[in-house]
T-cell receptor, first 112, second 115 residues
């Protein structure tokens, strides 16, 4: 089984809808991250969490929120989706000692 | 603030030829450096990483990278590419000690393999 899983893998939604993307990990890592990938822009950090009680904004957090329900679960929400949030979203984990990050398979989100 | 530059958006290489993908970083001290590969429709897989010590780092799939402090570079190399190496490659930098707010990624280099 994959160490970092994301659900759903693909989602098409309409402008204004609320969307939640979920991430689970079995690596036992404290740190979890959400990134967004757009063609030609690489990955940009949305939010990160160092433990259940610690949530931090990344460079592009506007329009997004997160919830760290447990050490193993980190969800990303779009309260009111808009078309320019169409992108590939990745969850990642890290043990915090080496900065090595382990990525999930990604969720492709399309907002119409 | 740290930053990463991958100067080549696309690179085309013939199968069996050697490969070098360039990466330059900006950071106040010696950073942690990473190369990741993303195959079509897939997530990111770690190829190799540099934290300290030997500046030539070996990774998976026959890749290696060399850290050159004087040039602020961490170029990725492979002596002979295979068609399966066609993918997007990302260089990333992180802060030593694991205190970073995530990794900073370059914009990626798209590798095309010609038969």
């Amino acid at each position: 089984d994959a160490d970092v899983t994301q659900t759903p893998r693909n989602r098409i939604t309409k402008t204004g809808k609320r969307i939640m993307l979920e991430c689970s990990q079995t690596k036992g890592h404290d740190r979890m991250y959400w990134y967004r990938q757009d063609p030609g822009l690489g990955l940009q950090l949305i939010y990160y969490s160092f433990d259940v009680k610690d949530i931090n904004k990344g460079e592009i957090s506007d329009g997004y929120s997160v919830s760290r329900q447990a050490q193993a679960k980190f969800s990303l929400s779009l309260e009111s989706a808009i078309p320019n949030q169409t992108a590939l979203y990745f969850c990642a984990t890290s043990d915090g000692t080496s900065d090595t990050q382990y990525f999930g398979p990604g969720t492709r989100l399309t907002v119409l | 603030a740290q930053s990463v530059t991958q100067p080549d958006i696309h690179i085309t290489v013939s199968e069996g030829a050697s490969l070098e993908l360039r990466c330059n970083y900006s950071y106040g001290a010696t950073p942690y450096l990473f190369w990741y590969v993303q195959s079509p429709g897939q997530g990111l897989q770690l190829l190799l990483k540099y934290f300290s010590g030997d500046t030539l780092v070996q990774g998976i799939k026959g890749f290696e990278a060399e850290f050159k402090r004087s040039q602020s570079s961490f170029n990725l190399r492979k002596p002979s590419v295979h068609w399966s190496d066609a993918a997007e490659y990302f260089c990333a930098v992180g802060s030593p000690g694991g205190g970073a707010d995530g990794l900073t990624f370059g914009k990626g280099t798209h590798l095309i393999i010609q038969p």
